[in-house]
């Protein structure tokens, strides 16, 4: 075993019998009572003893019609993150660059793959990574817009100015651009070494089924599949994916929901003194003095929000009911303004 891997945190998720609101998921869609009756044809659909034909045309299809994009620049995966080992292994020999907080995966496969990882403040914005990337000859940069753990979203015009100004592969993680509102897939053709991350576990509900996509000019997606190998996504997720995209109407309503769910717990917390990010996405993130006592006494109320480093806390947009018991249970523990 490698000694820089060895003792490296295990992710265990908060009890079944806890409210958590630390993972971004949307409590705003229950796709079993739309697509329930379409179950039993899917399943039966699915010869189990067979490994299939690992092209997910139908999935993929339907994606990229979504998002208004070619076929052949889709490639879907086994939730989004399954693809940042890939990408930092065969777009990279030596360096990384990201911003110092953002998803910790990156730095996580970087170290894992042995690369020199550059990590940018992100008071530098894309200024800072584009200093970077020349500085360090740098191979490929990693970035979530909006940000995840901060919410914040980078404005379309520095992005274009990150892939204007460095020789880096760019992959921009979107995993929240059903918040947020806007992508920058249709610059995929204009730019060879432009990289999207796209999921369905947030905006489209379906966090269990581990469905993602990777939109990338077509000689990218077909150098990352060879790379990759077959048979990574089940077909049955496969399915069951392709069944929700058929009610795009319905996620982006639950959408909306949760923005103005989101809008009203922000008021809530300008009550009290406490840093609010702005957000593009289905969490805010917050600062406060000691946020592991105020994780631990939401906790003792049955909730889960996530402690992002010395200060911060991470909360996911949960139902209105959801959000006004969170309410009540933070208002005994944030601290008051003055």
């Known amino acids: 075993m490698r000694a820089d891997?060895?003792?490296?945190?295990?992710?265990?998720?908060?009890?079944?019998?806890?409210?958590?609101?630390?993972?971004?998921?949307?409590?705003?869609l229950a796709w079993l009572d739309v697509i329930g009756?379409?179950?039993?044809?899917?399943?039966?659909?699915?010869?189990?003893?067979?490994?299939?034909?690992?092209?997910?045309?139908?999935?993929?299809?339907?994606?990229?019609?979504?998002?208004?994009v070619p076929p052949e620049q889709v490639l879907a995966a086994p939730g989004s993150d399954s693809l940042i080992p890939y990408l930092i292994s065969t777009l990279s020999t030596q360096t990384v660059v990201t911003f110092e907080v953002d998803f910790f995966r990156y730095g996580q496969f970087a170290k894992t793959f042995q690369r020199t990882h550059i990590r940018v403040p992100n008071a530098a914005g894309v200024d800072g990574l584009i200093e970077a990337c020349k500085a360090h000859n740098a191979e490929l940069v990693m970035l979530s817009s909006p940000n995840n753990p901060l919410g914040v979203a980078q404005?379309?015009?520095?992005?274009?100015?990150?892939?204007?100004?460095?020789?880096?592969?760019?992959?921009?993680?979107?995993?929240?651009?059903?918040?947020?509102?806007?992508?920058?897939?249709?610059?995929i053709g204009a730019y060879p070494k432009l990289l999207i991350m796209r999921t369905l576990s947030k905006g489209w509900g379906l966090a269990r089924l581990r469905v993602g996509f990777l939109v990338?000019?077509?000689?990218?997606?077909?150098?990352?599949?060879?790379?990759?190998?077959?048979?990574?996504?089940?077909?049955?997720?496969?399915?069951?994916?392709?069944?929700?995209?058929?009610?795009?109407?319905?996620?982006r309503e639950s959408v909306q929901k949760t923005i103005a769910t989101r809008e009203k717990f922000k008021t809530f917390l300008q009550g009290y003194a406490v840093k609010i990010y702005p957000s593009g996405a289905n969490f805010v993130h917050i600062e406060v003095p000691d946020p592991?006592?105020?994780?631990?006494?939401?906790?003792?109320?049955?909730?889960?929000?996530?402690?992002?480093?010395?200060?911060?806390?991470?909360?996911?947009i949960g139902t209105d009911a959801q959000m006004a018991d969170l309410q009540n249970s933070l208002a005994k523990y944030l601290p008051q303004a003055e």
């Open 5 to 28: 891997l060895q003792g490296s945190p295990v992710y265990k998720a908060p009890d079944s019998q806890y409210l958590n609101l630390a993972n971004n998921e949307n409590f705003n």
């Open 37 to 68: 009756n379409q179950m039993d044809d899917i399943v039966k659909g699915v010869p189990f003893h067979q490994y299939g034909l690992t092209t997910y045309e139908q999935l993929t299809a339907k994606y990229a019609a979504y998002l208004g």
């Open 155 to 187: 404005e379309r015009d520095a992005l274009v100015k990150l892939l204007d100004s460095v020789n880096a592969y760019v992959v921009i993680d979107e995993a929240y651009a059903e918040y947020h509102g806007e992508s920058l897939v249709d610059l």
């Open 216 to 251: 990338a000019n077509e000689d990218l997606i077909q150098y990352i599949s060879a790379v990759r190998g077959p048979f990574l996504l089940s077909d049955l997720n496969a399915n069951i994916a392709a069944a929700v995209l058929e009610h795009p109407d319905l996620m």
């Open 292 to 316: 592991k006592a105020v994780a631990a006494g939401v906790l003792e109320d049955g909730m889960a929000i996530a402690v992002m480093g010395a200060k911060g806390l991470r909360i996911t």
